[in-house]
């Protein structure tokens, strides 16, 4: 069973915008992270937001987490080209849980 | 930053075939696992391993057995290849600082078919 989704399969937008991507979970959790998978490569970490803190940044990404409601979101300002990929969370319990993924495609 | 590479990078073989794919990390990471991604349900545990000759069952086994022969090589071994087992695998490993719940450093993934 999942212990962390994303909300939306797959979310489009253009070069410049905004974007936030959803995560919901249901299971306690110490922490959650956010990961990034281009096209032909493996997963790679954004931001890590531990379950006492409410918010995290680098540089374009903001991470929330709602510890009351089970839930994140990843916004990303500001869009470019290369930030098309597949956006995951994982839960980070007593280990890593990976949801199923949103793809965003962000065109010029 | 952690290094991670497989081998090979694609790999067809036929059913009831034998494969190993092939792990290394170069930062000194205690912790090393095998995950499968498949559409519509991400990333999936295989096995994992807290060292060298250590071997922890993940959540989807079955078919599967893995080898960690030193601290920065982890196998993985389907003896007898099935269609169902045709994905994208992914080998990472993490800081034993943190435990097993750490950041992640995943390599370029094996594409897998199964005929």
């Known amino acids: 069973s999942q212990l962390a989704e994303e909300n939306s399969w797959a979310l489009s937008v253009h070069e410049g915008e905004s974007v936030t991507v959803n995560c919901s979970y249901k299971?306690?959790?110490?922490?959650l992270q956010w990961y990034r998978q281009k096209s032909g490569k493996g997963p790679a970490q954004l931001i890590l937001i531990r379950s006492n803190e409410r918010e995290k940044r680098n540089g374009r990404l903001r991470a929330t987490l709602d510890t009351s409601s089970q839930s994140s979101s990843l916004s990303i300002t500001a869009t470019r080209c290369e930030d098309t990929a597949v956006y995951f969370c994982?839960?980070?319990?007593?280990?890593?849980?990976f949801g199923t993924g949103t793809s965003l495609l962000v065109d010029p | 930053e952690a290094a991670v590479t497989q081998s090979p990078r694609n790999k067809v073989t036929v059913t009831g075939g034998n494969v190993t794919l092939s792990c290394r990390q170069t930062?000194?990471?205690?912790?090393m696992y095998w995950y499968r991604q498949d559409t519509g349900h991400g990333l999936r545990l295989i096995h994992y391993s807290y060292g060298a000759g250590n071997l922890q069952i993940g959540d989807v086994p079955d078919g599967y057995k893995a080898t960690r022969t030193t601290q920065e090589d982890f196998f993985l071994l389907l003896e007898l290849a099935s269609p169902s087992q045709t994905s994208l695998y992914f080998c990472a490993s993490s800081d034993p600082r943190w435990g097993g719940r750490a950041e992640q450093f995943f390599g370029p993934g094996t594409r897998l078919t199964v005929l």
């Open positions: 299971t306690s959790i110490t922490a």
């Open positions: 930062n000194s990471h205690n912790y």
């Open positions: 994982a839960g980070m319990g007593y280990k890593l849980t």
